[in-house]
């Protein structure tokens, strides 16, 4: 074999060597392209799941803040609305006890609490309900002695119906007459628009045993917010309607 022919076997051997390094470098080219695109995948959709999660956790945050913020609104108009129903029912009871409150006069209660208090107006009427007052405060106390308080323009009613009182007391309880002691510090007076905002008494009386330890207050007063007590619930009723729980 000439020199001629070993190079020709080399250049071959050379082309076959070059060929294979190329088809194997092409391989792991394709396999690490391959490798990459795979690999790229994973991290773009472990990416996107984060991303979702993320979503989701601040869109149920979003969520939350909406129905707290929603109850809180809930509550604080249901607040508003008791309040202004408080409002208005204490609008009423003071209405009632100072302007005597003009009302549909077919509401029982209403009727009532203008009956009791125009009836201070009345000087006959009044004084029957004074000596009434007083007999029904000494049935509650059923003491021996009291001592009794009244407004001072009152004084001259009601000296004037003690003995009758006693009398009818000691009738109905089979007792001996008490003794009733007219206390020298008065009632305030009635409400009027020079003491608005000071106390006031409408009429009636207060009586108590003689160390103070029973006290029965029998004012119109007193007997007002009884009265109102007692029908809160219908004037609630009545005015608000029934509620539900």
């Given at each position: 074999m000439n020199d001629?022919?070993?190079?020709?076997?080399?250049?071959?051997?050379?082309?076959?060597?070059?060929?294979?390094?190329?088809?194997?470098?092409?391989e792991?080219?394709?396999?690490?392209?391959?490798?990459?695109?795979?690999?790229?995948?994973?991290?773009v959709e472990a990416e996107k799941k984060k991303i979702r999660q993320e979503f989701e956790r601040k869109e149920k945050q979003v969520e939350v803040r909406k129905?707290?913020?929603?109850?809180?609104?809930?509550?604080?108009?249901?607040?508003?609305?008791?309040?202004?129903?408080?409002?208005?029912?204490?609008?009423?009871k003071e209405a009632a006890s100072k302007e005597l409150l003009h009302v549909s006069h077919d509401h029982n209660f209403i009727e009532a609490a203008m009956e009791l208090l125009h009836v201070s107006y009345d000087?006959?009427?009044?004084?029957?309900?004074?000596?009434?007052?007083?007999?029904?405060?000494?049935?509650?106390?059923?003491?021996?002695?009291?001592?009794?308080?009244?407004?001072?323009?009152?004084l001259h009613l009601v000296e004037s119906v003690l003995d009758s009182a006693k009398?009818?007391?000691?009738?109905k309880t089979n007792v001996h007459r008490p003794e009733i002691i007219v206390d020298n510090v008065h009632l305030p007076p009635a409400p009027s628009h020079h003491h608005a905002h000071g106390p006031f008494c409408s009429g009636g009386v207060v009586l108590a045993s003689r160390d103070g330890k029973i006290v029965c207050e029998n004012t119109l007063d007193a007997r007002l917010d009884v009265v109102f007590r007692k029908k809160l619930p219908e004037i609630r009723k009545w005015l608000f309607g029934q509620v539900a729980a």
């Open positions: 001629a022919d070993v190079s020709k076997q080399i250049q071959q051997m050379v082309r076959f060597i070059r060929q294979e390094a190329e088809e194997k470098a092409n792991i080219s394709v396999s690490a392209e391959e490798e990459f695109n795979i690999e790229k995948l994973q991290l129905k707290i913020e929603y109850s809180m609104q809930l509550n604080s108009s249901r607040i508003k609305v008791l309040e202004a129903q408080d409002d208005l029912v204490s609008s009423m000087h006959d009427a009044y004084k029957m309900l004074l000596k009434d007052l007083i007999v029904q405060s000494l049935l509650r106390l059923k003491e021996p002695a009291v001592l009794l308080r009244c407004r001072k323009e009152d009398e009818e007391y000691a009738k």
